[in-house]
């Protein structure tokens, strides 16, 4: 059984989601892939512990507070590739950024590979369920452009400059298949 509560951030409702004892899911309404991790219908329960730890989380974060991801259980429901991949992404620092390439070179490391393809990489990190916890929105192209973000590239850039990173090297492509 899966369960659903929302909380209001600055950038829009989200949508919490739990097996019971863990986060599972962090998803922007509207967003791209929103609850696909799921595969059945979530019940609506307001007062489980893991979502008055997650909101009070999210709170701090939203306050410019900087928690720690381990203070929350994650989840995160997807493949084994999928879950090296968004381990990764909880080891980006608050405020920087890192390119799909590197972590590309990271996985590759972690999976015993010669190389590892940055598009791979990409789809999985596209697909993170676990939105703004999981940092996907750290995450840049090699030259600095800001694509790929199921959120939406202005959610991108607001998180980001929430965070106070230096956007003077990082640019919105004018075309391109991941805006």
């Excluded at 008055?52 to 999210?58: D, M, V």
């Excluded at 959120?151 to 298949?177: A, C, N, W």
Aim: hydrophobic share 40%; aromatic share 10%; charged share 20%.
């Amino acid at each position: 059984m899966f369960y659903s509560t929302y909380y209001t951030s600055p950038f829009g409702l989200l949508m919490l989601g739990s097996d019971g004892d863990n986060l599972i899911g962090v998803w922007l309404e509207g967003q791209k892939y929103f609850g696909a991790t799921v595969d059945e219908d979530m019940a609506e329960k307001d007062d489980l512990p893991v979502f008055a730890a997650t909101k009070k989380w999210l709170d701090k974060y939203f306050a410019g507070q900087k928690p720690a991801i381990s203070d929350l259980p994650l989840a995160p429901i997807g493949g084994a590739f999928r879950k090296v991949v968004w381990d990764i992404l909880c080891e980006i620092p608050y405020g920087e950024y890192i390119t799909y390439g590197d972590i590309a070179k990271a996985v590759a490391v972690q999976m015993g590979k010669v190389s590892m393809s940055s598009q791979a990489v990409g789809g999985a990190v596209g697909h993170n369920p676990i939105s703004i916890i999981i940092p996907c929105h750290r995450v840049v192209g090699a030259n600095g452009s800001l694509t790929g973000y199921a959120g939406g590239i202005s959610t991108k850039i607001k998180l980001l400059e929430h965070e106070g990173v230096d956007m003077s090297r990082l640019f919105v492509p004018t075309k391109g298949t991941a805006l």
